[in-house]
């Protein structure tokens, strides 16, 4: 069975410095995988997916994900923290091939420090 | 173009009661799916529809339901309301079955916050 799992439930980091969101995945079937932002009272934003085209995937506001095969692992990445990024960072997948429904992960609030 | 529209963005209902929840989609996107977020448990899947005909279901009691109507709008119901159904409910859109990668994508609305008293 397909699961997405996050590490971290909480990370911190100093604004300026690299942000580093965990995803790991397992599937039998080639995944589609996502990572959304959520900021408080609102609604899931799409920042990037992977389907299978392209290993590194840029996405909106800088951040960036490297799908990894070999560790299934879809990590989420930004350079440079800003004060704005602080929010809650969700990892999903399709189950079962490209039009199975969303699995997510436990989430991961990320806060940024001045 | 506009966003997926979940209205209305707040309720408060008794428990025992019912409530209808309603989601537009983006227009020419003919899928729809309703997800529930609470603190405990999380982000989980509901049910999906397309043209009009529930193509997946989660693990949820019959108490929930939902249905898709012509437009591709859609609304879910939430019948004799416990006090666990209190949650975000969120509707995502996508273009649907077919349509490539970009068929993936599932754009989320706003939410409905559902306080059950």
């Known amino acids: 069975a397909q699961s997405v799992t996050q590490l971290g439930s909480h990370v911190s980091v100093s604004e300026g410095a690299l942000v580093l969101l965990r995803c790991n995945y397992s599937s039998s079937v080639p995944p589609y995988l996502f990572w959304y932002v959520q900021y408080p009272n609102q609604g899931l934003q799409l920042l990037l997916k992977y389907t299978s085209a392209a290993t590194l995937v840029k996405g909106i506001n800088g951040f960036e994900a490297e799908f990894k095969k070999s560790e299934t692992s879809f990590h989420l990445t930004k350079p440079s923290a800003h004060m704005s990024d602080a929010a809650e960072y969700f990892c999903a997948g399709r189950r079962g091939g490209s039009q199975g429904n969303l699995i997510f992960g436990k989430g991961t609030k990320l806060s940024v420090k001045p | ?117």
């Not at chain 2, 949820?60 to 119901?77: A, D, I, W, Y």
């Not at chain 2, 969120?90 to 349509?99: H, N, V």
Request: charged share 15%; hydrophobic share 25%.
């Open chain 2, 1 to 117: 173009k506009a966003g997926v529209t979940q209205t209305p963005r707040y309720l408060i209902k008794t428990r025992g009661q019912q409530v209808t929840l309603s989601c537009s989609p983006i227009s020419g996107h003919r899928s729809v799916s309703w997800y529930q977020q609470t603190p405990g448990q999380g982000l989980q899947f509901l049910f999906e529809y397309f043209s009009e005909t529930q193509r997946n279901k989660g693990n949820f009691p019959g108490r929930f339901s939902g249905r898709q109507f012509s437009n591709s709008r859609s609304e879910m119901n939430v019948s004799t309301l416990e006090l666990g159904d209190s949650a975000l409910y969120l509707c995502a859109s996508s273009l649907g079955p077919g349509q490539g990668p970009e068929g993936t994508e599932a754009f989320f609305g706003q939410g409905t916050r559902l306080t059950v008293v």
